[in-house]
């Protein structure tokens, strides 16, 4: 495979992620998160898709980045590798049926997978455009992490085990709030992925040293080409 085709497959992966989770909000009794749609009649297997389809999206934008420019991108594969495994244990371990209290250890270890997922993925999608200049796919990439880090934000505070909830009334609306979070991350994976394979390749530049002439400089600017006698008065009319 090339490595746009490793990026596109990057974002197939995510549509089908979305699609599936889609699915589930649209056919099944509504819930108020989604991972809540495992624990309905028919409604384990779209969010055991969308949860290992999205894994998939974050395997294989970590393999891209692996192999276009593996020492630039080590800190985003980490990133990505956590939030691949993060969702691979929230499809694995099921959350408990209610809201905030967790009561078994299926649910616990749910919880905390989703949280690695939930923040891992918008510091892949600001490290990987760190440093990358003002290009418009990569004021893309930072717009979204930046989304996502805010949803996120907003989200943890509406939750109702969070202390700020009674606060702003979250628990009429922090529901929406995580598929907030859920939709801008995946926004965030298709917009890194574009972002890679829509790139250019470098351009040498004056410090590079293949294009740099280190080598000796002989002759003098007024003089005559090396090898070249010089004829008389030539000095003077150059001076003048």
Request: charged content about 10%; overall charge neutral; proline content about 7%.
């Amino acid at each position: 495979m090339t490595l746009k085709q490793i990026f596109w497959s990057t974002v197939l992966l995510t549509v089908a992620s979305a699609g599936a989770l889609a699915y589930a909000q649209v056919a099944l009794p509504s819930q108020v998160l989604l991972s809540d749609y495992a624990l309905v009649s028919g409604g384990l297997l779209p969010v055991l898709v969308g949860m290992l389809a999205l894994a998939g999206a974050c395997l294989s934008l970590a393999y891209g980045l692996a192999a276009s420019d593996p020492a630039r991108t080590a800190a985003t594969r980490v990133l990505l590798l956590a939030g691949a495994a993060g969702l691979m244990m929230s499809a694995i371990f099921p959350t408990d049926p209610g809201t905030s209290q967790v009561g078994s250890l299926s649910g616990e270890i749910h919880r905390w997978s989703a949280a690695v997922v939930f923040t891992s993925l918008p510091v892949a999608g600001w490290t990987l455009a760190r440093g990358r200049g003002g290009a418009p796919r990569w004021n893309a990439v930072r717009a979204m992490a930046m989304a996502s880090g805010v949803s996120l934000a907003v989200y943890l505070a509406a939750h109702p085990a969070s202390f700020t909830s009674p606060l702003i009334g979250g628990a009429a609306y922090y529901g929406l709030l995580e598929r907030a979070v859920v939709l801008a991350e995946m926004g965030l994976l298709v917009a890194m992925a574009l972002a890679v394979a829509t790139g250019r390749p470098a351009v040498r530049t004056a410090h590079d040293p293949a294009s740099t002439d280190t080598g000796p400089i002989t002759g003098s600017l007024t003089g005559p080409p090396p090898g070249h006698p010089e004829r008389p008065g030539e000095q003077e009319r150059l001076a003048a």
